[in-house]
Each structure stands twice: as structure tokens, then as C-alpha cells.
């Protein structure tokens, strides 16, 4: 039985030494593809990072999403958007997401909340606001404590960032300038 393997295996390599070119070159890639993808998946930065949740001192919740803006129609760049968690709490579409360091350095990071819909004039939603993370320069210090405020309809919320927040924010200065900026 043995030598009915042996003459078996010996008759596949004798199979695959006659194959052409382009046969054995087509087998080699459709075995290396599983391979290929994987390293591309891995490689290729994430869309969106893990959501955040946000509470102030008055009890008030936010969950905070930062991410590529994905829509072509809008201008490049990342955002950071915000969705309020209480029903009767409306955040303000016109203002800026203003940002602070321990050590006086601000940030206003423009709304784009008219991106949260699209361009056929539908309302956009209340509880949640958009705003421009690449006007988040210079990028904020990975050491130092960050505090975000809000304006909503119950006035300016203030949010003290936790430091794995800030470091997410401070990372954002690795990331490729927006091409739409030069």
C-alpha cells in the first residue's frame, strides 16, 4: 500500500514540473492571496476608533465617536461626533467644540454637522453634532489633562477627558495631512 502512495505522490510532482508558466505562476498567487489580504486588512488603518463615554458633574452623558468623514461629498478629514444619551437634550449645531489643556492652550474645532445628513435639506438630528478634528493643531500633549466643552440646550456642558481620550487625540498628529488642504 505504501508504494501505491509513493507512485501516487511521485505521478503529482511529475504533473506539476509539466505545468506552464502561467499555471504554476496562477496556483502560487491563488495560494498566497488568503496570505495578501490579511497583511492589507491588518495594515490598513480603522475607519473609526472604539466609541467614548463622556459624563459631566450635572449627570449629563455624551458618546463621542472619532472617525474618517467617509461621505465624498463633504471635505476630507477627521471628525469627532458627538450624540447626546439623554432624550430631552439638544446639542448646538452653530458653535464650535471648544478644547482645553491644564496649561492654557485652546482648540475651537469648527461644527459640521451638516454632514450628520445629506445635502437634501433634511433637519439634522438634535442630539448629536459633528465637529472638525483637523483644526486640532497643534495636536495636544499626551501628558497633559484635556477638558472638552459643549454648547447645548442645557447650557455648556464640560467634560474632563480620561487619559487614554487624550492619547487617542495626541495620536491624530500621526495621521497624513488632508489632501483637500494644500
Do not use: C
Not at 492654557?104 to 454632514?115: A, I, Y
Request: aromatic share 4%.
Amino acid at each position: 500500500m505504501d508504494t501505491l502512495v509513493l507512485k501516487r505522490h511521485n505521478a503529482n510532482l511529475a504533473m506539476s514540473s509539466h505545468q506552464s508558466p502561467p499555471a504554476l505562476l496562477r496556483r502560487s498567487l491563488l495560494g498566497a492571496l488568503p496570505l495578501l489580504l490579511a497583511f492589507l486588512l491588518a495594515a490598513a488603518p480603522a475607519l473609526a476608533a472604539d466609541p467614548w463615554s463622556l459624563g459631566d458633574r450635572a449627570g449629563h452623558r455624551l458618546n463621542a465617536q472619532v472617525f474618517e468623514q467617509p461621505f465624498p461629498e463633504y471635505p476630507s478629514g477627521q471628525r469627532i461626533r458627538l450624540n447626546a444619551l439623554e432624550a430631552d437634550l439638544s446639542l448646538d449645531h452653530g458653535a464650535d467644540l471648544l478644547l482645553s489643556d491644564s496649561m492654557g492652550q485652546e482648540w475651537s474645532l469648527p461644527n459640521r454637522s451638516e454632514e450628520l445628513v445629506p445635502r437634501d435639506g433634511k433637519p439634522v438630528p438634535g442630539a448629536s453634532a459633528q465637529f472638525d478634528l483637523d483644526a486640532l493643531l497643534p495636536r495636544p500633549s499626551e501628558a497633559l489633562p484635556l477638558h472638552l466643552s459643549i454648547a447645548s440646550s442645557k447650557g455648556v456642558l464640560d467634560f474632563d477627558l480620561r487619559p487614554e481620550q487624550v492619547m487617542e487625540l495626541h495620536a491624530l498628529g500621526m495621521a497624513q495631512p488632508r489632501s483637500d488642504q494644500a
